[in-house]
């Protein structure tokens, strides 16, 4: 009686480490790019996170999967990754880069916002002002300790405006590949062929001479081991975690990736956060918390 409980609390630890691997992908990808270069570093990066997944996951069989989300559908997630990657390393300096980064994290209540509308999943009330609260929260980030005054945000978007926009393409699209990964995959999982792509996009960028090893310190490939593990463990943690463990803590406790995202920020790459970006950084949270919960429990 107590065997299938046990191995359903190890599941969800294990599943739990997802969340705090997410957390870290904004201050290792700002690192990486910032030692390599952007297409040498996130080829690096993208081709190391192949070869842990493939020791995981074994090498994906591309005729389970609908020619429809072969095409349409797995391109958006790359299309995720090339915009969120671009506007980490378009960032000037590690406040914006967390700034950046919440922008990006609007894609929780995006997934459940488009899951609505072109999915038919059903909702309650208080999706409305969730996907409101989480933009909210993105404008007390972005106003700083001026607080929610439009015009002072629009002209802080203007000082670098390509950074802003591509993380939130980023977030769009990501809430597009959820849902028709979702409507589309036939519940195959289709991680390692995107990794797959992005490592032979960003080689591509690197061929063309975007990019240099040479001046690469000790921590830059340190960074790279990281990011791999990371981004690779995070995948590979989650899909044991959903499989066998509570998803709904699991759920849960992956709407708290800002949080985490932001301390391993302030450690990994200096970002100086101050008390107004916490509060954003809680009202993002808390959006999509109410975003989550307006779906989850609808019978």
């Known amino acids: 009686?107590?065997?299938?409980?046990?191995?359903?609390?190890?599941?969800?630890?294990?599943?739990?480490?997802a969340p705090v691997c997410w957390g870290m992908s904004v201050g290792l990808i700002r690192s990486?790019?910032?030692?390599?270069?952007?297409?040498?570093?996130?080829?690096?990066?993208?081709?190391?996170?192949?070869?842990?997944?493939?020791?995981?996951?074994?090498?994906?069989?591309?005729?389970?999967?609908?020619?429809?989300?072969?095409?349409?559908?797995i391109p958006l997630s790359n299309v995720c990754s090339i915009c969120f990657c671009l506007s980490l390393y378009l960032s000037d300096g590690g406040q914006q880069t967390v700034e950046v980064g919440m922008v990006n994290y609007l894609w929780p209540c995006?997934?459940?916002?488009?899951?609505?509308l072109f999915n038919g999943q059903k909702a309650r009330w208080w999706i409305a002002p969730g996907v409101v609260i989480s933009f909210l929260g993105v404008m007390l980030v972005l106003g700083g300790e001026n607080?929610?005054?439009?015009?002072?945000?629009?002209?802080?978007?203007?000082?670098?405006?390509?950074?802003?926009?591509?993380?939130?393409?980023?977030?769009?699209?990501?809430?597009?590949?959820?849902?028709?990964?979702?409507?589309?995959?036939?519940?195959?999982n289709p991680t390692l062929i995107v990794f797959a792509i992005d490592s032979?996009?960003?080689?591509?960028?690197?061929?063309?001479?975007?990019g240099d090893l040479s001046h690469a310190s000790v921590m830059g490939w340190i960074s790279v081991g990281v990011g791999a593990v990371a981004m690779g463990g995070s995948y590979a943690a989650w899909s044991y975690g959903v499989t066998r463990?509570?998803?709904?803590?699991?759920?849960?406790?992956?709407?708290?990736?800002?949080?985490?995202?932001?301390?391993?920020?302030t450690a990994w790459?200096?970002?100086?956060?101050?008390?107004?970006?916490?509060?954003?950084?809680?009202?993002?949270?808390?959006?999509?918390?109410?975003?989550?919960?307006?779906?989850?429990?609808?019978?």
């Open 147 to 188: 607080g929610i005054q439009p015009s002072l945000i629009v002209e802080h978007i203007r000082q670098n405006p390509w950074s802003y926009v591509l993380a939130f393409c980023g977030a769009v699209a990501w809430a597009a590949y959820s849902n028709l990964t979702r409507a589309w995959s036939n519940g195959e």
């Open 200 to 210: 032979v996009i960003f080689s591509c960028l690197w061929l063309a001479g975007y």
């Open 110 to 116: 995006l997934v459940v916002l488009f899951a609505v």
């Open 32 to 73: 990486i790019t910032e030692e390599f270069g952007l297409a040498a570093g996130l080829t690096l990066l993208y081709a190391s996170t192949c070869l842990f997944l493939v020791f995981f996951l074994g090498l994906p069989k591309l005729r389970v999967y609908p020619k429809k989300y072969l095409f349409f559908g």
């Open 1 to 17: 009686m107590t065997f299938f409980p046990a191995v359903q609390s190890k599941a969800t630890l294990i599943g739990l480490a």
């Open 245 to 265: 463990g509570n998803i709904t803590v699991l759920a849960i406790a992956s709407y708290f990736t800002p949080v985490l995202s932001c301390l391993f920020a």
């Open 269 to 299: 790459i200096g970002a100086k956060l101050d008390g107004s970006f916490w509060q954003g950084v809680a009202v993002i949270v808390l959006g999509s918390l109410l975003c989550w919960s307006s779906t989850a429990m609808r019978k």
